[in-house]
């Protein structure tokens, strides 16, 4: 069974059939080729096919194709500026070493990146439980907590009882 | 590639329903965080879904003018913890959500969907449960509300008849109003963990005494469940840490746990007696009594 769908990728438009059995995950990397978006655990436990629907951060793993249609959608390859330079948040992972094996990365630099615009303070618990969807399993977690919190700069409050943690 | 047959789009809820009348086999899908990790399991086979996420007047959360609290099934987890009504009147509800998954999980995981999947570590189950939620279901011939405490039948069974749709999931101003709460969910993990044990309790203080006390649990037993013997012990009962300790007694013998690979029966009632004793003591105090020490 197919259905016809219309989203755009990164600001381009694609208008196609697909096939109602496939994942979101699947027609960005198969038919798109946005492979940016990795595969991992297939079961949205990981966070490595994670992409920004609308500005969410998502598990393409586990949404339908199909949702897809009338969606705009952000994978990493839309995240550095057209000529080629890196975004704030993509260098702040490369200057604090947040970046190992690269698996995890791309889902984090999304969700990262969705936190930054999202204009919000966060503290430093809010911005590990926003980044608690992406697994490291070279865990070097402390690197990108350190790279998300550089890309907030400003925007990221140590303070012990913050206003923002309950009454946000 | 899932193995999927057919699917459906529904707009409305009356076009939802009439799909389902004419072809009862339809799976209904909301999120999809269940529903397809089982077809990725192989616990769910050719199937034929329905999919309600173009219904968008499901995903209101409003507050009736008789102060009944109604959520739309297909609200998110998201939803539920940034709504400012939820997080003002019952925030268990609210602590349950952001205690869930992870947030992409919670981006895209409905209130409705938790509670139709059946599952006894719903995370949103023994809130719900503590808050004598009610259910609304529509089908093609009409509707009709069940207490969720009559939902829940067994592990992955609940009560929706073939051709009928959770669309609410409502709670009453006596059940909230005046109440104060607290939610715990114990896990080994503090995100991406199914709950080894889920605790919710609210209670309103009056003098000294508990006025009235409703216990949660998720992950006690086969469903989420009551405590009923030891909200009935509370009763008029002056908040002491004896009273508290017989509570959590009292609460172990609704309890029926299961070892699981997760944690064993009597590690299970070991935190069910000792977590609703926390759970009350934070909730006393916010519901203006003493604290006890």
Redesign the interface.
């Known amino acids: 069974m197919y259905k016809r769908i219309a989203f755009t990728v990164n600001g381009k438009a694609y208008d196609f059939e697909v096939d109602v059995r496939e994942s979101l995950l699947d027609v960005l990397r198969s038919h798109l080729g946005f492979t940016g978006a990795k595969q991992g655990c297939g079961v949205g436990e990981c966070g490595a096919c994670s992409v920004l629907i609308d500005g969410v951060p998502t598990d393409t793993c586990i949404y339908l194709a199909v949702w897809a249609d009338g969606k705009e959608i952000r994978t990493i390859e839309g995240v550095a500026e057209k000529n080629g330079e890196l975004s704030e948040v993509q260098k702040a992972f490369v200057d604090e070493g947040a970046v190992q094996c690269g698996f995890c990365t791309p889902g984090l630099v999304l969700t990262t990146t969705a936190l930054k615009e999202s204009g919000k303070d966060y503290t430093r618990e809010e911005l590990k439980r926003e980044l608690s969807g992406h697994l490291c399993r070279c865990t070097g977690y402390q690197n990108i907590l350190k790279a998300a919190e550089k890309s907030l700069e400003g925007h990221v409050c140590t303070c012990v009882d913050s206003p923002h943690y309950k009454g946000e | ?7 459906y ?1 529904a707009e409305t809820v009356s076009e939802a329903t009439a799909l389902l009348a004419e072809n009862p086999n339809l799976k209904i899908i909301a999120g ?2 269940d529903v ?2 089982k077809m ?1 399991g192989g616990q769910l086979e050719e199937a034929e ?1 329905l ?1 309600l ?1 173009k219904i968008k007047s499901l995903e209101k959360i409003d507050l009736a003018d008789d102060g009944t609290i109604v959520i739309g099934a297909m609200a998110t987890f998201s939803m539920v913890f940034h709504n400012p009504i939820l997080k003002d009147l019952i925030p268990i509800l609210t602590e349950a959500a ?1 205690s869930m ?5 919670r ?2 995981a409905t209130i409705g969907g938790n509670v139709c999947n059946g599952a006894t570590s719903a995370d949103s189950a023994s809130s719900l449960f503590a808050l004598n939620a009610q259910l609304k279901l529509e089908s093609k011939n009409g509707e009709r509300v069940v207490p969720i405490r009559e939902f829940y039948l067994g592990p992955g069974k609940v009560a929706i008849n073939p051709g009928e749709i959770l669309t609410e999931v409502r709670i009453d101003p006596e059940d909230y109003k005046g109440f104060a709460g607290h939610y715990i969910k114990f896990a080994m993990r ?3 963990d199914i709950a080894t044990l889920g605790v919710a309790v609210v209670c309103k203080v009056q003098g000294g005494n508990f006025e009235e006390v409703r216990i949660g649990l998720g992950v006690a037993g086969p469903t989420p469940l009551r405590c009923l013997e030891a909200e009935e012990y509370a009763k008029g009962k002056k908040i002491s840490s004896a009273t508290l300790a017989e509570i959590g007694k009292l609460a172990v013998k609704s309890a029926k746990a299961r070892t699981s690979w997760r944690a064993s029966k009597e590690y299970r009632e070991h935190l069910v007696e000792e977590l609703t004793q926390r759970a009350l003591k934070t909730a006393v105090v916010s519901a203006g009594g003493a604290e006890v020490v």
């Open positions: 590639m899932y193995d999927i047959k057919g699917y789009d999809g965080t397809l990790i990725h879904l999919s996420r952001i998954g992870g947030p992409q999980i981006n895209i503090e995100a991406m």
